[in-house]
């Protein structure tokens, strides 16, 4: 009985971080259609939300699991796997609220490495898995998908000189509907796969399916509907920072880094790399603010994003740890119960926080102020 | 092989990545430059939100143009679908 219990609590903490992981990338795809006027800001959510709920339908190969090859599945338990995800939830609330674009992914691989170490030691964890998996993937993809968008970026306007400025200006906006799209897609086939993983992990770890077992349909449907409604509600902070923030973007600069995110992600996952989305797509606009003449990057916003990056990892493995050390403590289901008390006052304090500096669709496009303080939003003018 | 990074994987990524990521806007602004191609030059400001143009071997260059980057895309979600 306690772990049918304990069992629903990790699915629903689970489904939870997929949401999480919905809303906080939501600008990925569609930050620089918004920024240019391609799509409307509630059009562009509604139609990635709809695109990432078949994009998590269309193909199940990464969804094996997020944690083998990462952390020795032997030793999670449904308590392991829940620490993780409250350490995940928290640090992409939390960057949320500072609106900045860092990795879900490793915000959750972070948590369950963390958790995973504070219960079995750091034996645990397979470092050579890690690094080569997830650190050094996520260190060299940014730097392709600068290359790819800048390369891009340049030859999109050197051989679209001839068109009239406006008319040209016209045409991108068409073509960036269909490469958000794909951006999109690609989103909801790589992210929600993650979600499910780690649900299947915690059915495997409860002995409810067997270790070799695939994803059960409802974990995929309800996973699948969790990251598309997360997608809708919209993370306009972090849309706001990346369509915004990083590069003053036209048209043909974002059609430009969303091939660029689209073409990177897919080809990874196609090779086996399960990517960050996210480092992906800001190096993509980084890239094409590069590759057009005359246009502003903000360096100072990037490298607060890169900061944000190094922490993600262990940041989440600190809360993981520590939300797995309170749990046990505590022990049983009892303990686990205690700490989903926490991280919803926690999650609550952090949404009442962000009510104060309300970034939504009608403001998410005004002018960038600069006038954030060290890593806070930048909040528009006129609310 | 390098046991850390797949070299082979990493450079056919970014080969193929630049032909698809940054080929196929390249090809579409392409397209676009042959669909808003005129006989006669446009006096400056001029109708210039229009983006089709009255050349009819610049509008069916431009659907060339436009049909290959939705081949292009095609390949993309057959890549998802077949998962491989």
């Known amino acids: 009985m306690a772990n049918h219990v304990l069992l629903a609590v990790v699915v629903v903490t689970a489904l939870a971080f997929d949401f999480t992981n919905g809303f906080h990338d939501t600008g990925n795809a569609m930050a620089t259609s918004i920024a240019t006027g391609a799509l409307g800001p509630r059009i562009a959510v509604a139609l990635s939300g709809v695109l990432n709920l078949v994009g998590a339908f269309l193909s199940l190969s990464v969804a094996a699991t997020i944690a083998s090859g990462l952390v020795d599945t032997k030793l999670v338990t449904l308590t392991v796997v829940f620490a993780g995800l409250a350490g995940g939830i928290i640090w992409n609330l939390l960057t949320w609220f500072l609106g900045i674009p860092s990795s879900s992914s490793h915000a959750l691989i972070g948590g369950v490495v963390g958790s995973t170490m504070a219960a079995a030691g750091g034996h645990a964890v397979q470092w050579k898995g890690l690094f080569s998996k997830v650190i050094i993937p996520a260190g060299i993809s940014p730097i392709v998908a600068v290359l790819v968008a800048s390369i891009g970026t340049w030859l999109v306007y050197r051989l679209s000189r001839g068109v009239p400025e406006q008319a040209r200006s016209h045409g991108f906006r068409i073509g960036q509907i269909g490469s958000a799209s794909m951006v999109s897609l690609a989103h909801g086939t790589n992210d929600a796969q993650k979600t499910m993983g780690i649900i299947t992990l915690a059915l495997i770890a409860n002995g409810s399916i067997n270790a070799d077992a695939k994803a059960p349909f409802w974990v995929i449907l309800t996973c699948a509907l969790a990251i598309s409604l997360g997608t809708y509600v919209g993370g306009w902070r972090v849309i706001r920072t990346l369509g915004k923030g990083l590069v003053e973007i036209d048209s043909p600069q974002g059609m430009a880094a969303e091939s660029s995110s689209a073409a990177v992600i897919l080809l990874s996952s196609h090779f086996g790399y399960s990517l960050s989305t996210t480092h992906v797509a800001t190096g993509s606009i980084l890239g094409t603010g590069l590759g057009k003449k005359g246009a502003e990057v903000r360096w100072g916003v990037a490298g607060r994003m890169a900061t944000a990056w190094l922490l993600t990892l262990p940041a989440a493995a600190v809360v993981g740890a520590g939300a797995y050390a309170l749990a046990h403590g505590i022990g049983g289901t009892g303990g686990v119960i205690v700490v989903l008390v926490i991280l919803i006052a926690i999650a609550a304090m952090i949404y009442l926080r962000s009510r104060r500096t309300v970034v939504r669709h009608d403001n998410v496009n005004a002018e960038w102020t600069g006038n954030a303080g060290a890593g806070a939003v930048d909040v528009p003018a006129a609310a | ?84």
């Open chain 2, 1 to 84: 092989m390098n046991s850390w990074i797949d070299l082979h994987a990493l450079w056919q990524i970014i080969v193929v990545s630049l032909i698809c990521g940054a080929g196929l806007p390249a090809l579409f602004a392409v397209g676009l430059r042959g669909l808003s191609m005129t006989r006669q030059p446009v006096q400056a400001g001029a109708d210039q939100e229009r983006i089709v143009g009255d050349n009819p071997v610049g509008i069916a260059f431009a659907v060339l143009c436009f049909a290959v980057v939705l081949a292009g895309i095609a390949w993309g979600i057959y890549l998802i679908v077949a998962g491989s």
